[in-house]
């Protein structure tokens, strides 16, 4: 069974930078597509950045573009999203997921960690 545990969530100024970790267990990452998702209080789970299992290949919403940075490493069987130039509207519980393909929607995940706080304030 997959398990993934996400961390280096914390509080951060507007502009600075934070780089998260999804750590799995259980099994290797190599067969999974990635997804980082978000959710704000009073808001809906967003996807944020996600990255494909064959070919590497990366997406990002378009809050996230110029400004995040989705990786993998299967020898460390983690992925990582780096944040920068981060701002208040960031502030969230972030959420790693594993599924079958990358892809912004949260339904075509089936494994999720417990999520990371990351909160930009001054």
């Known amino acids: 069974q997959l398990q993934l545990v996400e961390s280096g969530g914390g509080l951060v100024q507007p502009g600075g930078s934070l780089r998260l970790s999804c750590a799995a267990s259980?099994?290797?990452?190599?067969?999974?597509?990635i997804g980082w998702f978000r959710q704000a209080p009073g808001k809906e789970r967003e996807g944020v950045s996600s990255?494909?299992?064959?070919?590497?290949?990366?997406y990002y919403a378009d809050s996230a573009k110029g400004r995040f940075t989705i990786s993998r490493d299967n020898a460390r069987n983690t992925v990582y999203l780096q944040m920068n130039s981060l701002k208040p509207e960031d502030t969230a519980v972030y959420y790693c997921?594993?599924?079958?393909?990358?892809?912004?929607?949260?339904?075509?995940?089936?494994?999720w960690g417990q999520g990371t706080q990351v909160t930009v304030s001054s």
């Open positions: 997921a594993a599924g079958v393909a990358a892809s912004m929607l949260a339904r075509w995940y089936a494994y």
């Open positions: 259980g099994t290797t990452l190599d067969y999974y597509a």
């Open positions: 990255i494909n299992v064959n070919d590497g290949s990366t």
